[in-house]
Structures are given as C-alpha cells and as structure tokens.
C-alpha cells in the first residue's frame, strides 16, 4: 500500500522525547509510520506500541516498520489505557500524538476528508460508525450551526447550516462537492476570493464525525498517568482548537499551588506533577514548510512528567 504521509516535526519530535533505549514508548497516531519508525530504530531492549484507528494506516505501517520491535494494534488513541493493558503494560516512557488529518487521507478521495474532489460524503478515519453525510443530512439546524461554529470557528456557520437544511429537503447532501456548493453560496463573494471557504466547515464535520476534541482530552489525561517518572508526552497540533486544548491541560499538569492569593502560607500542598520541555510552541522550520506545505500549521508541545 502507497501510504504517503511526510511526517510532520521529526527530528524536533525525535529528539524532544529523549530515547531511551531500553524503554517502552507509544505512538498513538501512526499514520504511515514516520515518527514510529524513528522510535524503533533507536530501541534495543526497549518497546513501541503503535496505534491507529484508520485500517489502512495499520496496515502501511506494519509494511514499514516490519521487522522492528514494534507492535502494531488498531485502536482509537483514547482507548491506550486499555491497549497498553492487554500488553501486560503498566508504565511507559514516552507518547507521541501526530493530530489531525494525514495527507494519505487527503489525498485518498475515496474517503472523503477534502473538498478539493468529488467523493462520498465521509470523513471516519476508523471506517465505521456516522459519517459525515449521517450528520449533514440528520442534524438539526441548530446543531449543524453549533458544529460548524464551534469547531470549524465558522462565522458565516448560520448561513451554511441554514442552507444545508433547505436545500437537503429536495434531496440528500451526499457528496464532497454537493456540500462545498452550498458553503460557497452560503458566505459572501469577498470570503470566497480570500480562501476556500470550505476548510473550516470540513474542518467542524471531521472533528464532530471523529470526536477528535473528545478522544484528545481523554488521550492527555490518560497518557499523563501512564508516564514514568522523566517520560516525556509530546504531541503535534495543527488547529486552534487543538493547540488551546494541549497547551491548557499541559498548564494544568504543571501548575503548583493554587491556594488564593492572600493566603499567607501554602495549605493546599500541591506541587507541580511536570515542566513543560518547550515553553513556546516549536514550529516547522521555513525550510519543512516548503518541502511540505501542509505543515504550515503545525505546531509542537512537549511535556517532561517529575512527579507521580
């Protein structure tokens, strides 16, 4: 399987995560198998877990990393509490998030993730479960224009939701191109010259149809109490939404006491659970942007646990 997907950040990532040789590590988001492959090249007695919800990436991923020490196992990254106990493993050292949509998905019209081609209406990066066409065509206006709000921060989201129920009245919205159609008659011309206008509203349905922001806040949480003691969590943003997400949960990780200020002393004796590797966000170099503009937007946070 061609699986092309340039990964995003590696060495940045690579060597943020301090490898050690004998440990065990995650990758939750496969994908092609960039990053894991540079995890595994660098383990001797040491463990990855490679996981992804989307078959396909399974499935390229285990022709690439064949013949490494590395197990491969089709789950949603939400879930790694469960898969890393079905392993017989407790703790780990490090775990890696690559969010968002790869460029295989993109590119593989047949799934239905760009607006760019004419294709079924879909975006399920597992393949199972509702789709996108489910939502557009069953949810309500008012739910539509919540989601395209929301998460595609959208602010022409009222026209686009209420265009979408008038016109899926005389027949169903089931195509790529049929919802881009109605987007582009749904914002002004001006909206239309600057950007495509159909990027945050594909945006709002792949995050909704994937509970992206749902899966991610549950991830964080869980992979911060699997860490051992100097494990590090770094995880590749490609949104606002995303980034805001990790950035306040990595605050929290980190955040000592929070007595009210005038409290003269301390009594609620909490002290930070980690440091913050990065306290900026690190971003592709001009040269990665070039070589692969899809990385624009990406941008890398790091996260060292010091306390159980």
Same mark, same amino acid.
């Given at each position: 399987?061609?699986?092309?997907?340039? /990964?995003?950040?590696?060495?940045?990532?690579? $060597?943020?995560?301090? *490898? %050690? /040789? +004998?440990?065990?590590?995650?990758?939750?988001?496969?994908?092609?198998?960039?990053?894991?492959?540079?995890?595994?090249? =660098?383990?001797?007695?040491?463990?990855?877990?490679?996981?992804?919800?989307?078959? +396909?990436?399974?499935?390229?991923?285990?022709?690439?990393?064949?013949?490494?020490?590395?197990?491969?196992?089709?789950?949603?990254?939400?879930?790694?509490?469960?898969?890393?106990?079905?392993?017989?493993?407790?703790?780990?050292?490090?775990?890696? &998030?690559?969010?968002?949509?790869?460029?295989?998905?993109?590119?593989? =019209?047949?799934?239905?993730?760009?607006?760019?081609?004419?294709? /079924?209406?879909?975006?399920?990066?597992?393949?199972?479960?509702?789709?996108?066409?489910? *939502?557009?065509?069953?949810?309500?206006?008012?739910?539509?224009?919540?989601?395209?709000?929301?998460?595609? $921060? @959208?602010?022409?989201?009222?026209?686009?939701?209420?265009?979408?129920?008038?016109?899926?009245?005389?027949?169903? *919205? @089931?195509?790529?191109?049929?919802?881009?159609?109605?987007?582009?008659?749904?914002?002004?011309?001006?909206?239309?010259?600057?950007?495509?206008?159909? =990027?945050?509203?594909?945006?709002?349905? =792949?995050?909704?149809?994937?509970?992206?922001?749902?899966?991610?806040? #549950?991830? &964080? +949480?869980?992979?911060? #109490?699997?860490?051992?003691?100097?494990?590090?969590?770094?995880?590749?943003?490609?949104?606002?939404? #995303?980034?805001?997400?990790?950035?306040?949960?990595?605050?929290?990780?980190?955040?000592?006491?929070?007595?009210?200020? #005038?409290?003269?002393?301390?009594?609620?004796? %909490?002290?930070?659970?980690?440091?913050? *590797?990065?306290?900026?966000?690190?971003?592709?170099?001009?040269?990665?942007?070039?070589?692969?503009?899809?990385?624009?937007?990406? %941008? &890398?946070?790091?996260?060292?646990?010091?306390?159980?």
């Amino acid at each position: 399987m061609d699986f092309k997907h340039l /990964p995003v950040l590696l060495d940045e990532t690579i $060597e943020g995560l301090n *490898i %050690k /040789p +004998d440990g065990v590590y995650v990758d939750g988001t496969v994908g092609g198998g960039g990053h894991s492959y540079e995890i595994a090249r =660098r383990l001797e007695s040491g463990r990855l877990i490679a996981v992804d919800r989307d078959p +396909d990436a399974i499935k390229a991923a285990g022709e690439r990393l064949y013949g490494l020490n590395v197990k491969l196992v089709r789950s949603n990254y939400c879930d790694i509490d469960g898969v890393l106990r079905a392993l017989g493993i407790e703790k780990i050292d490090g775990m890696i &998030l690559d969010l968002g949509v790869s460029s295989w998905q993109l590119d593989n =019209r047949e799934r239905g993730f760009s607006y760019h081609d004419d294709a /079924p209406l879909d975006m399920r990066m597992s393949k199972e479960g509702v789709s996108a066409a489910d *939502i557009v065509n069953g949810c309500s206006y008012e739910q539509l224009r919540r989601i395209i709000f929301e998460y595609g $921060e @959208e602010k022409y989201a009222k026209n686009i939701a209420s265009n979408i129920v008038k016109l899926r009245e005389s027949k169903p *919205i @089931e195509s790529t191109a049929e919802l881009a159609d109605i987007i582009s008659m749904s914002v002004p011309q001006k909206a239309r010259r600057d950007r495509n206008p159909c =990027r945050k509203t594909f945006q709002a349905l =792949r995050i909704e149809v994937n509970n992206e922001l749902g899966s991610l806040s #549950e991830a &964080l +949480d869980k992979a911060f #109490e699997l860490l051992n003691v100097g494990g590090r969590l770094a995880v590749i943003t490609f949104h606002s939404l #995303e980034d805001r997400l990790v950035k306040q949960r990595f605050a929290g990780f980190c955040q000592g006491c929070t007595c009210p200020p #005038e409290f003269p002393v301390c009594v609620c004796g %909490k002290t930070p659970r980690a440091r913050l *590797i990065n306290k900026k966000p690190i971003e592709p170099s001009a040269e990665e942007q070039r070589i692969n503009p899809r990385s624009r937007s990406a %941008k &890398l946070r790091i996260l060292e646990k010091i306390k159980d």
